[in-house]
């Protein structure tokens, strides 16, 4: 006879094996993230080779027209919005393993911040650089989110109604050493 406890352990085994259908997810690699013992872990990036790493990221963020034209004109009471937003996102790239639990500290080379003001609202592009054991699309990543949130955050006064999505990996590449 099994047990209530038993019976619910089974269902959650069920429910932590079963696929959701995300890209990737029936690859079959393993997670480098997970220690033996399921436990979060930091990935060992010793015995990898030291070598140029890049990463560009970006994001978007929708406002309305006139929350756009202040932002071009620079009328925000805040300030330069695009100025903070790309210092923001630099300071955020330089954290990120602060941010990150098992995110490498990482020497950064570059950080770029852009910014493409479109009809609909701000593209944003975050290009990070280092020459190191492993990449830096996490920083690049990062950047580009605080450089969203910073843009909504210097807004939110005159624009309720903004939207930030489109977070995403743009390109990395890996060089020789």
């Given amino acids: ?22 890209p990737g997810e ?23 080779e030291i070598v140029e790493r890049r990463a560009v990221a970006g994001g978007f963020i929708r406002l309305g027209k006139e929350t756009l034209r202040m932002v071009e004109e620079d009328r925000i009471s805040k300030g330069s ?4 937003a790309r210092v923001a996102g630099i300071q955020a790239a ?3 393993p602060h941010l990150i ?14 910014f493409e003001v ?7 592009r975050c290009r990070v650089a280092t020459k190191a054991r492993t990449g ?7 950047a ?18 903004m939207e930030i999505g489109g977070v995403r990996l743009i390109e990395k590449t890996k060089g020789e050493g």
């Avoid at 006879?1 to 995300?22: E, T, V």
């Avoid at 690859?27 to 015995?47: F, I, W, Y």
């Avoid at 919005?81 to 903070?84: A, K, M, P, R, T």
């Avoid at 580009?144 to 109604?161: E, H, N, P, Q, R």
């Fill in 26 to 48: 029936m690859s079959g690699e393993k997670l480098t993230h997970l220690g033996e013992d399921g436990s979060a872990a930091m990935v060992d990036v010793s015995a990898k």
């Fill in 118 to 124: 479109t009809p609909a609202g701000i593209e944003i």
């Fill in 144 to 161: 580009a989110s605080v450089a969203a949130l910073t843009i909504y955050d210097m807004c939110k006064g005159v624009d309720s109604s």
């Fill in 94 to 96: 330089k954290q990120t």
């Fill in 1 to 22: 006879m099994r047990s209530a406890d038993d019976a619910a352990g089974q269902r959650a085994d069920s429910r932590a094996s079963r696929s959701f259908g995300f």
């Fill in 136 to 142: 830096v699309e996490m920083e690049a990543l990062t």
């Fill in 81 to 84: 919005v695009l100025g903070v």
């Fill in 101 to 114: 639990p098992l995110c490498h500290p990482l020497p950064l080379d570059e950080v770029a911040v852009d």
